[in-house]
């Protein structure tokens, strides 16, 4: 079965700072990986996501994520926070198994951006 | 760019009453999904739907829940008799296909009194 976590409930950085928020996860077959954000009271917004290929993927607002097969992880990454970066982090792991796909959501990280 | 829409925004509902949360999905897309999220926790998956039928439900999609496509462009998430534990927030999602990523709604906040 698979399943994700995300080490840091809450992650503070100040503006301009490098963003890393970790991503583990746990597959017997070959993952889909996804990194969802929302900001309060909205929905899950797509950031990026990794389904085959370039283990290094580009998403939206400057953010990237790597996936390593080695260490099972998808940490997202970006360079410089922006005060807009604050909100919720999700990282999502789907894969194919009894017939169908499922997403797994880790239990979330909140983005806290200091000025 | 396409969007997910879910109605209403908000509902309040007293304890027992029948409720039902209403998705409309990106029209070309084949795969459905319901997700909530009780305030403060994380997203749990709780039904996916695909040609008509139910694909896969989690335990907490019990007889209480059930998903319906009524006229091709609906998506409706009906919960019969509502528990306080029910309030959270209800997202609807929908999917070209299974590696596109999923589209999420808006969501729905449940609130049951």
């Known amino acids: 079965a698979q399943s994700v976590t995300q080490l840091g409930s809450h992650v503070s950085v100040s503006e301009g700072a490098l963003v890393l928020l970790r991503c583990n996860y746990s597959s017997s077959v070959p993952p889909y990986l996804f990194w969802y954000v929302q900001y309060p009271n909205q929905g899950l917004q797509l950031l990026l996501k990794y389904t085959t290929g370039a283990t290094l993927v580009k998403g939206i607002n400057g953010f990237e994520a790597e996936f390593k097969k080695s260490e099972t992880s998808f940490h997202l990454t970006k360079p410089s926070a922006h005060m807009s970066d604050a909100a919720e982090y999700f990282c999502a792991v789907s894969a194919f198994t009894s017939g169908t796909y499922k997403y797994i959501f880790g239990t979330g990280t909140r983005l806290k951006v200091l000025a | 760019e396409p969007e997910v829409t879910q109605t209403p925004s908000h509902q309040v509902t007293q304890m027992g009453q029948e409720v039902i949360l209403r998705c409309v999905p990106i029209s070309n897309h084949l795969y459905f999904y319901w997700y909530r999220q009780i305030l403060g926790q994380k997203v749990e998956f709780l039904v996916s739907?695909?040609?008509?039928?139910?694909?896969?439900k989690s335990e907490i999609f019990d007889d209480q829940f059930s998903v319906e496509r009524p006229d091709g462009s609906n998506f409706t998430l009906k919960i019969r008799s509502t528990k306080l534990e029910d309030s959270a927030m209800y997202f609807c999602?929908?999917?070209?296909?299974?590696?596109?990523?999923?589209?999420f709604g808006s969501g729905t906040r449940l609130t049951v009194v």
């Open positions: 739907f695909y040609n008509n039928e139910i694909s896969e």
């Open positions: 999602a929908s999917s070209e296909g299974q590696d596109y990523g999923y589209t």
